[in-house]
């Protein structure tokens, strides 16, 4: 019932409740950027992995531990440490200090943002949907490394404005394995 009523939401909106498909164009200027994009990439990536490492060490120092039912959660999701993880709460994530950081990733609206080990959520206690969402990126940091997956990300963001970018919709579909997250608009 509740994915039904978030459905008819988002057509009330005007919103469609599965992403628009990724072009094969699209596809392939993320696998392979070409120079003005790799050139923004290079430009904007320091900055991002500085907003990264700083976020992540505060999740790292202030969060708490998983209890046991969240660490099966994340094996679950495919994470091999999840006693390194961490939740920090916070009432709102702050956004982006780089204004064009901030343009392109709008993390104050979300409701969970994960840097590494560190996840940090704004609802208490943390639904396992978003939780096992969360914990998919801790899975893609652990298989990627942080630097190809802030690469990765910033990459999919630029080429996909506005649509749901292939780490997210991976993160979404896993996470789903464990909890079925509310609808989406796209």
């Known amino acids: 019932m509740r994915v039904l009523r978030g459905v008819i939401v988002l057509a009330l909106l005007g919103c469609a409740p599965v992403p628009p498909d990724i072009t094969a164009a699209e596809a392939a200027r993320i696998a392979a950027p070409d120079p003005a994009l790799a050139a923004q ?8 992995r500085a907003e990264e490492r700083a976020r992540d060490a505060r999740a790292l ?10 660490q099966e959660i994340a094996r679950r999701v495919g994470v091999q440490q999840p006693e390194k993880v961490r939740l920090l709460a916070l009432p ?12 392109l990733f709008r993390v104050e609206r979300a409701w969970g943002l994960t840097t590494g080990y560190g996840i940090t959520v704004t609802q208490q206690p943390v639904p396992d949907w978003l939780l096992a969402h969360e914990l ?7 298989r990627l490394g942080a630097g190809p997956m802030l690469r990765r ?19 979404i579909a896993r996470g789903n394995t464990v909890a079925t997250s509310p609808a989406y608009g796209y």
């Open 41 to 48: 990439i290079a430009r904007l990536l320091p900055a991002l």
């Open 92 to 103: 709102k994530i702050p956004p982006m200090a780089d204004p064009e950081l901030a343009r």
């Open 153 to 171: 990300t910033l990459t999919e963001v630029l080429v996909l404005p506005g649509n749901l970018i292939p780490i997210e919709r991976e993160a």
């Open 136 to 142: 998919v990126h801790v899975a893609q940091y652990e």
């Open 61 to 70: 120092a202030e969060g708490r531990g998983l209890s046991p039912a969240e």
